[in-house]
């Protein structure tokens, strides 16, 4: 058995602390620091291997290298801790360096979007009719002649049909030509009392000029109860066209003829020194009633369709339908 001398064992421990201390101060990541930690204090380190020989010792002298071997872990462990401290610090100084704001970069313009004019009318003019009571009701734009024409009191060989021209499907339906059909639609579902306000697109096959286009938007309402008259509807008209306009704009009710409604009446409002019709309207006619299954004896009612365009052409100034249809955004920016 080969012996070793106390010298010899204080040697090989000076050279481990050596050469630890400078691979040490050498490591440049935190893995190879962490290998390093195990190469020279793990379990199965460089340390551990000088400690074994400590059992070839005298007695007298195995203390002796305990102890220089407990200083050299000590100052091993001291540098690791250290040197881990600088790593983790240049790390985090890495990180904020490549996450550094440059302020003098030039800025990226996102434009705004906004509400179309002719969307933020309508969401105008039905908050008017939400705040008297009314709820939003919607139908499809794709229509049945039933809900469109013959149930709206306007049979197939009916006249009116022909001012209501509209695109007719390879199926039968039509696109529909005013939002009165929804009357229909909400009656069906629903029992009296009803109060409605029904917003959306129409079609007519009209030839487009300044005031028609083959698309367009009504907003229709609706109210049947027990006992309301025309004076009912003349009331609401009044309020709500006060609400829209100002109560300087001066309106008429002039007489006028709808097959759904009798009798029937148009509202004009003064623009640009004339009338111009902003809606129709009327107290709902009995077989109207009746095709949706309620008592005309028990019930009457009122409706109106606005024309949300028009409304849009006074309110802004507008003297051309087709500008809002243009999306022309130098136009559109102006309201
Ligand atoms: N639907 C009619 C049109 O497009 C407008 C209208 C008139 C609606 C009288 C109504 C009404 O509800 O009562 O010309």
Not at 129 to 141: C, I, K, N, R, S
Not at 177 to 203: A, F, K, L, W
Not at 329 to 335: A, E, G, H, K, T
Request: aromatic residues 8%; contains cysteine; glycine residues 6%.
């Amino acid at each position: 058995m080969t012996t070793i001398s106390l010298s010899e064992l204080e040697a090989q421990l000076a050279t481990l602390k050596q050469e630890a201390t400078k691979a040490i101060a050498t490591a440049n990541t935190l893995q190879h620091l962490e290998e390093l930690r195990v190469a020279y204090l793990g379990k199965k380190g460089q340390l551990s291997q000088v400690l074994k020989s400590m059992g070839q010792l005298s007695p007298e002298a195995r203390p002796r290298i305990g102890a220089s071997a407990n200083e050299v872990k000590e100052a091993l462990q001291e540098a690791i801790a250290s040197k881990l401290k600088d790593l983790q610090q240049a790390q985090i100084q890495a990180q904020l360096e490549s996450e550094t704001l440059d302020i003098t970069m030039p800025g990226v313009y996102r434009p705004i979007g906004r509400v179309h004019p002719i969307n933020s009318i309508i969401d105008r003019m039905v908050d008017i009719f939400v705040g008297l009571g009314y709820t939003d009701a919607t139908g499809p734009e794709m229509e049945t002649d039933y809900y469109n024409f013959a149930a709206l009191n306007t049979p197939a060989d009916h006249p009116a049909r022909d001012m209501q021209d509209t695109f007719y499907l390879p199926d039968g339906n039509l696109l529909r030509t005013h939002t009165s059909s929804v009357q229909i639609r909400y009656m069906e579902e629903n029992d009296p009392p009803v109060r409605i306000v029904s917003p959306g697109r129409c079609y007519r096959r009209d030839t487009v000029d300044a005031t028609h286009s083959a698309v367009f938007h009504q907003l229709e309402i609706l109210a049947v109860d027990e006992g309301l008259t025309f004076t009912d509807l003349k009331g609401t008209i009044k309020v709500f066209l006060e609400e829209m306009f100002g109560a300087e704009l001066p309106i008429r009710f002039r007489a006028s003829y709808f097959p759904f409604t009798e009798p029937s009446a148009e509202v004009d409002v003064q623009w640009q020194g004339r009338w111009l019709e902003v809606m129709g309207c009327g107290m709902v006619d009995p077989n109207v009633l009746k095709a949706v299954g309620y008592d005309p004896e028990v019930y009457t009612g009122f409706a109106a369709g606005l024309g949300v365009e028009r409304f849009a052409m006074v309110l802004h100034q507008i003297d051309d339908i087709r500008r809002l249809y243009s999306s022309d955004l130098r136009f559109l920016r102006q309201f």
